[in-house]
């Protein structure tokens, strides 16, 4: 996580020459198990791409369900991309300017001793720690039962439209369970741009929010780029939190409307793996939205880690 | 990095910067109410309002014509407005009703228990039917049987499981990383392992009903093909990220000054390994330890589909079991909306949320301490 | 960006995305039981192609689901796979001060599965009664192998789960070790590779299990849940399946669309489903 810590091991003293037993021992052991989780990782992914890769099919990618799910030859997972692609993206819209305002709350304004400041951390890592199904209870609970039938009080008199699952809530509960992914990375963003740069910027005059504007923020953009990737790929692949919020079993039409529910890629990977009429036919359909949701998030996260380390280098140089 | 404001702000900028600290406390805001609507639903069980009894005083059709509009709407179950709206015909109808629900109900001996009770909820009862006493959770029932402990026990079991598997696999390989590996080797294990992360858990449930469970039973021989161990193996590879990133940070955030010191002083690189920089990080590794912990509580997707979902007392590994999470999931979508049912979960989600929170404030609490002794030290 | 500037725009955004949501004339909306929900989507579909002034709109989510909907009026339709409950009932009353109207569109077969390698070829009611309830634990028991019978049952919130636990477990419930699976994939999945299991589901469904004959006493015949067996009456384990709807709403084209499903064209559609029509005498004329 910090910056710091990565430079740790790069000054490794000699070796010592004698062979020892304990060392080898400790060593393959700890290897192992190293070796052992890549491996684990690359049988699911080996898994998931050979059998699916066999099976996807530009037609797959973009046709809709033609009114059977689990006919091989018909079913196509656009409205699912489509529903996904909305969810995520509606929520990068509410998450990213509450999560980047309250990084540069934490640090550059806020005094990183002070009582509040430990509160806001504290509660940005037990926001963290949440469980996903609780966030599907809390948006049933609060954005569904309680913003939504409010607004439906106050809008439409006896109609739902708003007091019921909808996409606009499932994406601000997945809003509200990112916001600690994109607070962290883009402190962490914000932290490794030279104080140096901030004195400079208010030594010539600029008031302290032009020096945010103009120099920190521009400076911490590929932090806050990362820390969007990071939460649209933790959140494209998330289920537990839409099930109650907004998330379809099947729909005839794509969403139009935010009050509109929606066909989701994870949550029709269970609905295949869980309850098709005949698993054995429609493995080749499972295996392909399986490896069209790991595909989305897994190259979500590679890109991420790669602006992530093209930037902790440029710091490097800079220090 | 707070820096001395340099001269005076601009009312503009004043409101700006007021504004900024307002959007600062959301994630305050969010925590305090993600309890309080999760547990604003479940309020009735905590306070032991909700009465799942099925033998109700049921009155006759004619009494609507006898009994006082206040009566008639608490009787019923009305809101003033909800009174105020329906004509004769429809009370007439709801009285009908009401007396439909309780002929319907059965003749039990248990059917005038409110099984919502604290007692029912966390003790055993001898349910009709049953030999002796147990804990049994069947909530769409004659009798609603609410027994959360056989859903404790599961969680816990399945939560023990993937942390034996993944604990000692992602300590093993964050020493590794961080004190054996070459840094070019580390440059890319720690993303590597840390894209484990990357694989939504609905992806490990798949992965763990299609192709794990096979595995496992024919490596073991057991009976049931969904059970404790396949759920917890697949929760374990969620888990596995989260401990390894943390103790991977905690073990390389230990002073160069302490290995320096330990290997001038001719100990081996296990030695340090094991002897200086393992202990020195131990507070970081135990919080990585308790967050894993509160990961596995709290995953849902994969226990839902790869555990069995029996909601038995059991200690065997070996058989299915049941957690919170996947009964929440599972069941909330088809419960009469504010019924007990509805309501038990909620207080499910309540008890969760207090498990996990209580966990990672634990684990917080120590990895805000380690940090600030590795940054004092520095 | 400040708070409230942010507020503003949002709340300035869904009420020009609420503004054209109100439901327009000649659309019907159709939602619940997720056992329902690609029928309801079929024969939305071919009724759309008929009359194409009318659009329906089909969306799954549960039986409980469906209900909540036609109480707070987000669906003029409810699917459902179980009858509803009285609590719902006053509900219903409550919001639009009458009973739901209930409409029978379909029939469903329950098989009782078992592994393909299982001797035992039929059982009857009482015996599954047994079985499901734990009182009978072993195959030899009831005519097979000495084995342990391993249950696999459905979600307590499937209406499959009710309909066998109130029809052939006679509301007992089941033995604890049954083992719940969140579909009839899952349960068929698990039944095709587990030698001594014994589950149940759609009588359409099961490709990789056997299905057992039923005897409905001990003394008559066991009964394989076939169409005409399903139909005529003489397979025990069978269920109706649901459309409720606002009896003040069940007019024009809400009228016609139900007439229409429950005519001999809309039964048509319902076998290639994997449902059973329903008898001549319950259908619309």
Known sequence: MSATASTAPALRPFRSRRFDLASFVFSGLTGLATFLIIAILLVILGNVIYSGGASLSWRFITSGTESDMFDVRKAGVLPMIIGTTARVLLMTIFVLPVGVITAIYLTEYAASTSRFTRVIRSAINNLAGVPSIVFGLFGLGFFINFIGQHLDGVLHGTDTVWGKPALVWASLTLAVMTLPVVVVATEESLRAIPSGLREASLALGATKLQTIAKIVLPQALPGILTGAILAISRAAGEVAPILFTGAAYYMADLPTRLSDQFMDLGYHVFILSTQSPDIEKTRPILYATVLVLLLLTIALNVVAIFVRARMRRNLRMLQ | MGLKRGHQAHPIEWLVERGIFLVATTAILMVFLIFVFVAREALPVFLGQTNSSLVQEVLPVEKMNTLTPVELQKYLGLSAKQYRELDRESIRALMEVKIEGATEASHDKDAGLNTTAWRYLIGPHQWTGYERPAYIWQPVSQIHKYNIVPLLIGSLKVTLVALLFSVPLALGAAIYVSQLASTRAREWLKPSIELLAGIPSVVLGFFALLVLATLLQKLFGYQGRLNALVAGVALGLAVIPVVFSIAEDALSSVPRSYTQAALALGSSRWQTAWQIVLPAALPGVFAAVVLGFGRAMGETMVVLMASGNASIVSGSIFDSTRTITATIAAELAETVFGGHHYRVLFMLGTLLFIITFVSNLAAGQVITHLKSRMEGKR | ?285
């Not at chain 3, 001797?119 to 000495?146: A, Y």
């Not at chain 3, 109706?240 to 809400?254: A, C, G, Q, R």
């Open chain 3, 1 to 285: 960006m400040n708070l409230k500037a942010l507020k503003h725009i949002t709340a300035a955004a869904m009420l020009l995305a609420a503004a054209p949501s109100t439901l327009l004339a000649g659309s019907i909306t159709a939602k619940g039981s997720d056992t329902l929900v690609i029928l309801a989507q079929k024969w939305a579909e071919v009724y759309m192609g008929k009359h194409t002034d009318t659009k329906i709109q089909v969306t799954g989510g549960g039986s409980g689901t469906g209900f909540a909907a036609l109480q707070n009026r987000t669906t003029d339709l409810a699917n459902a796979s179980r009858k509803i409950k009285p609590a719902e009932v006053a509900e219903c009353i409550k919001a639009f001060g009458k009973r739901p109207t209930e409409y029978k569109v379909a029939l469903d077969g329950l098989s009782i599965y078992v592994n393909a390698e299982n001797p035992v070829g039929e059982l009857s009611l009482e015996q599954l009664e047994k079985i499901f309830t734990g009182k009978v634990k072993s195959w030899r028991e009831v005519g097979g192998p000495d084995a342990p019978i391993v249950i696999y049952s459905r979600e307590n919130s499937s209406g499959t789960y009710e309909f066998f636990k109130e029809h052939v477990l006679k509301g007992a419930d089941f033995a604890a070790s049954a083992q719940t699976m969140p579909g009839t994939a899952a349960l068929l999945q698990a039944v095709a590779k587990d030698k001594n299991a014994i589950g149940y589901g759609g009588a359409a469904y099961g490709a990789g299990a056997k299905h057992l004959k039923v005897k409905a006493t001990e003394a008559t015949p066991g009964v394989e849940p076939s169409q005409e067996a399903v139909m005529g009456g003489t397979y025990p384990i069978w269920r109706y399946l649901y459309i409720y709807v606002n009896p003040n709403i069940d007019k024009d084209e809400i009228a016609a669309y139900l007439s229409w499903i429950r005519s001999d064209e809309g039964q048509k559609l319902v076998h290639e489903i994997g449902y059973y029509p329903l008898p001549a005498d319950l259908r619309s004329k």
